[in-house]
C-alpha cells in the first residue's frame, strides 16, 4: 500500500501568515488522485482539495493544493484563526486508500 | 443538505460483535458509494471499508477483513457496518462518509457524519 508521510509534525504560525503543509507518497500517486482534509478538536474532517488541486464546494480560495507524482502541498495563503486545526492527506488512487500522519496548524 | 447520522457505538468486551448504522439524507443514497473511516483516539485516519451503489463492489482494509461486513439498504437511506471478534485495537470513532461516486475504487469522501464511538474493553 501506498504510505503518505506529511511533514512538518507541527507547524507554529500567526494569523495572516502563509502555510505550507507537504504530503509526500513511497510510489507515485495515479492521476494525482490525492485530497486534503481540515478537522478541528471535536469534529469531523472536511473536504477541502481533490484531484490534488479543486477546491471543494464552499471552500475559500485562500486554500491552494499543488503537486503530482510523489510530492503534494497545501498552501494556506494568509491563516484566519478559523484555519487552526489538523490536515490529513489522502491518496485513492490505488487500493487501499490511505491516510498521512496528519499535520497540525497551531497559533504561534 | 446532505447529512449522515451515525449510531450504534458503544462499550463491547473483546470477542463480541457491535453493529453500526449510518442514517442518509439529503441526496440520492443509490447513486454512490459509501465507506467507514475511524479514528483511534488522538490518532488519524484510517479507511476500514466501502461499498458500492447496488453492493457489487466492496472492499476492506486488511486490518478488519474476515471480521466486518458491510452491507446497505437503498430503501431505506443506511448504511451498515456488522463488527465481529472485536479487539482492543478496533476501538475508535467510527465514521461513515459519502463518496463521490457509484464505485468504490477513487474515493475521496464527502461529507463525513460525526461519527459513533466503539469502546472494546474488558
Same mark, same amino acid.
Given at each position: 500500500e501506498i504510505v503518505l508521510t506529511q511533514s512538518p509534525g507541527t507547524l507554529s504560525l500567526s494569523p495572516g501568515e502563509r502555510a505550507t503543509l507537504s504530503c509526500r507518497a513511497s510510489q507515485s500517486v495515479s492521476s494525482s488522485y490525492l485530497a486534503w482534509y481540515q478537522q478541528k478538536p471535536g469534529q469531523a474532517p472536511r473536504l +477541502?482539495?481533490?484531484?490534488?488541486?479543486s477546491r471543494a464546494t464552499g471552500i475559500p480560495d485562500r486554500f491552494s493544493g499543488s503537486g503530482s507524482g510523489t510530492d503534494f502541498t497545501l498552501t494556506i495563503s494568509r491563516l484566519e484563526p478559523e484555519d487552526f486545526a489538523v490536515y490529513y492527506c489522502q491518496q485513492y488512487g490505488s487500493s487501499p486508500t490511505t491516510f498521512g500522519q496528519g499535520t497540525k496548524v497551531e497559533i504561534k | 443538505e446532505v447529512q449522515l447520522v451515525e449510531s450504534g457505538g458503544g462499550l463491547v468486551q473483546p470477542g463480541r460483535s457491535l453493529r453500526l448504522s449510518c442514517a442518509a439524507s439529503? /441526496? *440520492? /443514497? %443509490? %447513486?454512490y458509494a459509501m465507506h467507514w473511516v475511524r479514528q483511534a483516539p488522538g490518532k488519524g485516519l484510517e479507511w476500514v471499508s466501502g461499498i458500492s451503489w447496488n453492493s457489487g463492489s466492496i472492499g476492506y482494509a486488511d486490518s478488519v477483513k474476515g471480521r466486518f461486513t458491510i452491507s446497505r439498504d437503498n430503501a431505506k437511506n443506511s448504511l451498515y457496518l456488522q463488527m465481529n471478534s +472485536?479487539?482492543?485495537? %478496533? *476501538?475508535a470513532l467510527y465514521y461513515c462518509a459519502k463518496g463521490p461516486a457509484a464505485i468504490v475504487i477513487g474515493s475521496w469522501f464527502d461529507p463525513w457524519g460525526q461519527g459513533t464511538l466503539v469502546t472494546v474493553s474488558s
Amino acid at each position: 500500500e501506498i504510505v503518505l508521510t506529511q511533514s512538518p509534525g507541527t507547524l507554529s504560525l500567526s494569523p495572516g501568515e502563509r502555510a505550507t503543509l507537504s504530503c509526500r507518497a513511497s510510489q507515485s500517486v495515479s492521476s494525482s488522485y490525492l485530497a486534503w482534509y481540515q478537522q478541528k478538536p471535536g469534529q469531523a474532517p472536511r473536504l +477541502l482539495i481533490y484531484g490534488a488541486s479543486s477546491r471543494a464546494t464552499g471552500i475559500p480560495d485562500r486554500f491552494s493544493g499543488s503537486g503530482s507524482g510523489t510530492d503534494f502541498t497545501l498552501t494556506i495563503s494568509r491563516l484566519e484563526p478559523e484555519d487552526f486545526a489538523v490536515y490529513y492527506c489522502q491518496q485513492y488512487g490505488s487500493s487501499p486508500t490511505t491516510f498521512g500522519q496528519g499535520t497540525k496548524v497551531e497559533i504561534k | 443538505e446532505v447529512q449522515l447520522v451515525e449510531s450504534g457505538g458503544g462499550l463491547v468486551q473483546p470477542g463480541r460483535s457491535l453493529r453500526l448504522s449510518c442514517a442518509a439524507s439529503g /441526496f *440520492t /443514497f %443509490d %447513486d454512490y458509494a459509501m465507506h467507514w473511516v475511524r479514528q483511534a483516539p488522538g490518532k488519524g485516519l484510517e479507511w476500514v471499508s466501502g461499498i458500492s451503489w447496488n453492493s457489487g463492489s466492496i472492499g476492506y482494509a486488511d486490518s478488519v477483513k474476515g471480521r466486518f461486513t458491510i452491507s446497505r439498504d437503498n430503501a431505506k437511506n443506511s448504511l451498515y457496518l456488522q463488527m465481529n471478534s +472485536l479487539r482492543a485495537e %478496533d *476501538t475508535a470513532l467510527y465514521y461513515c462518509a459519502k463518496g463521490p461516486a457509484a464505485i468504490v475504487i477513487g474515493s475521496w469522501f464527502d461529507p463525513w457524519g460525526q461519527g459513533t464511538l466503539v469502546t472494546v474493553s474488558s
